[in-house]
């Protein structure tokens, strides 16, 4: 099977060629071969390149985006070290891919309150400070915090872990400190792209959030998601939006996540990053005024001790990292998407358990994993066939 599954984006009418059993192309409906004359001017009597020959500078980024990044209580009792915790080894599989991207961005779906709070799982999260510094190691740069546990710890929660997020590097989006919330913009390659992050909830828990200080979390209210996608409009050269919704362990998005997110792309926003399902959803390439825009609606569980043992449901082990490609020449576009399909292995660790994110493809061409392999298969048939690309199995 080919490492990476790729979705070519051309604006023309597209044909899929299968090349091998396992892997897939997408090109263009003919082959035209395009012959371009060499065109040399002579000036005293040396020969100069016509300007005209040079061809256009063209910036590309790659992007990558992984869903519900959860640390329940098994976790972390299997990241106890003698006086502290290490979560790298979740990570080490996949961090390769993470670190190769130019900008890597994730859910992080907790709280880091303060270890000296003493740590919790569901239904209100409060994990290690360690967390986020394995986050750093595995190469994340963005980190979206709003989300249906943004306050589980409360206002100093909410604080505490954005305090985190920018001790060891990284920068957040979708909670705040103060009322200067503001879309994230980053610069790379010449590229410049706007990130939101919104949440359709707090668990109930919104009295915990009192009313002065409303905007400390981005709450899903569509007149502020599209203010603040016309107020980067002018400013950047693609917007990209974190959204927490939809309904948990449903494989098909619901009525209000298409029409919302049909409402995004009109808004303007180019690239939409669903999670809260904790299973994966379908992707979209919508054309919209002669643009390609993508919206994948739940990335699934990258990480998290949900299992079909504790959910019924087995979908939540299978989790997606999204691979955007994207050019600039005049204009910034989706040059491609492509899908590296995972899966949550968890193992016994003595009296405790320990958690591997593999990337199934890599996983399965390996001998090291044949107690499992059925369920690897299983995984990635899953995830293909969800993102309608079961033929390349």
Known sequence: MKG??????????????????NSIEIADKESVEVVVEHNVQLVDNQSVEDPLDEEPQIDK???????????????????????????????????????NSDLALANFETVVAGNHRGFSGFP?????????????????????????HSIDQGVDGIISTIDSINDYG?????????????????????????????????????????????YMVNLIDEELIKNDINELDDKVDLTIVFIHWGNEYQKHPSSYQ???????IEWGADIILGS??????????????????YIIYSMGNFLSNQRKS???????????????NIEKDEKATIKDVEYIPTWIYRYSNGNSFAHEILPVEEALNTNNYKEVEDRLKKSMEDTLTTLNMKDTL
């Open 61 to 99: 980024i790659t992007i990558l985006a992984v869903g519900d990044i959860m640390f329940h209580m098994p976790q972390v009792k299997g990241a106890k070290t003698n006086d502290t915790y290490d979560f790298s080894n979740s990570f080490k599989y996949v961090k390769k891919h993470i670190e």
């Open 310 to 324: 504790n959910t019924d449901n087995h979908y939540t082990e299978d989790g997606v990292m999204v691979l955007l």
């Open 124 to 148: 209100r999260f409060n994990s290690p400070t360690e967390t986020v510094k394995a986050l750093k190691d595995a190469g994340f740069d963005v980190i979206s915090t709003a989300n249906n």
């Open 170 to 214: 990284l920068e957040s989006i979708g909670t705040y400190k103060d009322q200067q919330r503001a879309g994230l913009i980053k610069e790379i390659n010449n590229i410049r792209l706007g990130l939101l992050s919104y949440t359709y909830g707090l668990n109930g828990l919104e009295s915990l959030l009192p009313s002065n200080k409303s």
């Open 276 to 293: 809260h399902p904790h299973v994966i959803q379908e992707a979209r390439i919508i054309n919209y005024e002669d643009e390609d825009k």
């Open 4 to 21: 990476i599954i790729r979705i070519l984006i051309i604006s023309m009418a597209l044909l899929v060629i299968f090349s091998g059993c």
């Open 258 to 264: 298409v029409e919302l997110g049909d409402k995004m």
